[in-house]
Nanobody, 121 residues
Framework: QVQLVESGGGLVQAGASLRLSCAAS????????MGWYRQAPGNQRDLVAT???????NYAGSVKGRFTISRDNAKNTVYLQMNSLKPEDTAVYYC???????????????WGQGTQVTVSS
């Protein structure tokens, strides 16, 4: 049974940094594509960053240069380092694990419970 547990959200001021963690069990983060999504009230759930089995990463344009996705295979954990946070980054952030090594699929991903990130201006 795959479980993803996020932590690290909170309330910060614009310009601050946060690091989100996603501890996985029942699967290995090095074998599957892993990603972070976010969903603001009234909006759809959008893909923010991904890291595939081979280690390549990809980012949404709105966070490129500010956010960094990484993984610690020994801890079986994926991270999202978020710098220079903006009020528009406010959302619930979800960790997701793909069922494949190379790409995410919103319909078939495993999901964490989400963690709230609020950025005040």
């Amino acid at each position: 049974q795959v479980q993803l547990v996020e932590s690290g959200g909170g309330l910060v001021q614009a310009g601050a940094s946060l690091r989100l963690s996603c501890a996985a069990s029942g699967m290995f983060v090095r074998r599957n594509a892993m990603g972070w999504y976010r969903q603001a009230p009234g909006n759809q759930r959008d893909l923010v960053a991904t890291i595939i089995s081979g280690g390549s990463t990809n980012y949404a344009g709105s966070v490129k240069g500010r956010f960094t996705i990484s993984r610690d295979n020994a801890k079986n954990t994926v991270y999202l380092q978020m710098n220079s946070l903006k009020p528009e980054d406010t959302a619930v952030y979800y960790c997701a694990a793909a069922r494949t090594a190379d790409y995410m699929n919103t319909r078939t991903n495993y999901w964490g419970q989400g963690t709230q990130v609020t950025v005040s201006s």
